[in-house]
């Protein structure tokens, strides 16, 4: 139980596009999902936290503008990187809370952006 | 001064090994303590978790947790090759909502033959 996917699991795009990148729970319904990001060799860093029907909270220094949370179901929450930038060439990671106001999450394995 | 704080490593042991890895934090309020895997260019695993003061065991795994130092531990007995990876500690103030995680910056094991 408890499994997240990601889709994709990599992907690269030129400079300028917008990229989404969708994460799902596969058997269990998750009020509450996260979005970290990972540069090689550092721990997670988070990005927003996503509450099934309301706007995503971000956390200082991430533009909201840039990186589009959307958490349109209790399953299923998607990342638009927006006009992306070699800059934001990075590993991106979603978690999910298995129970409402738990909180042990539970990782999806990640998706490889690499912007040229 | 960082809230949780957790040696980069490397740190490599033969197989057999019992590793230590550790986490100190300073925020009094995190009640709530977690240890995750991560395999290379792979999201966390989550390994462990415990709310209170001292052991749990788990297998191989030996979480320990000491409030009053702030200090928190996992053992792995009998390491295997396929223990290399590296090991975030997470750690939440329990507020009855989905908190958010404070993770250590993570140590990295290699198990070696």
């Known amino acids: 139980g408890a499994v997240v996917s990601q889709h994709p699991s990599r992907v690269i795009c030129k400079s300028g596009t917008s990229v989404k990148i969708e994460c799902r729970s596969l058997d269990f319904q998750a009020t509450t999902m996260f979005w970290y990001r990972q540069f090689p060799k550092q721990s997670l860093m988070l990005m927003a936290t996503s509450n099934e029907g309301s706007k995503a909270t971000y956390e200082q220094g991430v533009e909201k503008d840039k990186f589009l949370i959307n958490h349109a179901s209790l399953t299923l929450s998607t990342l638009t990187v927006t006009s992306a930038h070699p800059e934001d060439s990075s590993f991106y990671i979603c978690s999910a809370n298995l129970l409402a106001g738990a909180d042990t999450q539970y990782f999806g394995p990640g998706t490889r952006l690499t912007v040229l | 001064q960082k809230e949780v704080e957790q040696d980069p490593g490397p740190l490599s042991v033969p197989e057999g090994a019992i590793v230590s890895l550790n986490c100190t934090y300073s925020n009094s309020a995190f009640q709530y303590f977690m240890w995750y895997r991560q395999y290379s260019r792979k999201g966390p695993e989550l390994l462990m978790y415990t709310y209170s003061s001292g052991n749990k065991e788990d297998g191989r795994f030996t979480a320990q947790v000491d409030k009053s130092s702030k200090y928190i531990s996992l053992f792995i007995r009998d390491s295997q090759p396929s223990d290399s990876a590296t090991y975030l500690c997470?750690?939440?103030?329990?507020?009855?909502?989905?908190?958010?995680?404070?993770f250590g910056t993570g140590t990295r094991l290699q198990v070696t033959l």
């Open positions: 997470a750690m939440s103030p329990l507020t009855g909502t989905a908190s958010k995680l404070t």
